[in-house]
């Protein structure tokens, strides 16, 4: 069955980097697309970034363009979301997303920027 697993969070201050981490099972990785989510207290879960099948298009949202590269390894199964001059408004759990026949969701990975 399909299977997505984040990992990766934790507490950082502001300013720093983090890596998060998607590894993929139970269907053809290199065939979808992938995205990362993200959730903070009494918010609406919003769409942080996309990487299409190839690689070769991806989506940003506005507030984490030329701060967070997402990128995948077709071999490994596996997309990451490298996160540089993270913010305090960037604490959310971070989820990861593809769409195989009907939705699919990892569990979330904490990300807790904070002095």
């Known amino acids: 069955q399909v299977q997505l697993v984040e990992s990766g969070g934790g507490l950082v201050q502001p300013g720093e980097s983090l890596r998060l981490s998607c590894a993929a099972f139970g269907f053809i990785f290199s065939s979808y697309a992938v995205s990362w989510y993200r959730q903070a207290p009494g918010k609406e879960r919003e769409l942080v970034a996309t990487?299409?099948?190839?690689?070769?298009?991806?989506y940003y949202i506005d507030a984490v363009k030329g701060r967070f590269t997402i990128s995948r390894d077709n071999a490994k199964n596996t997309v990451y979301l490298q996160m540089n001059s993270l913010k305090p408004e960037d604490t959310a759990v971070y989820l990861c997303?593809?769409?195989?026949?009907?939705?699919?969701w990892g569990q979330g990975t904490q990300v807790t920027v904070s002095s």
């Open positions: 990487i299409f099948n190839t690689g070769g298009s991806i």
């Open positions: 997303y593809a769409r195989v026949v009907r939705d699919h």
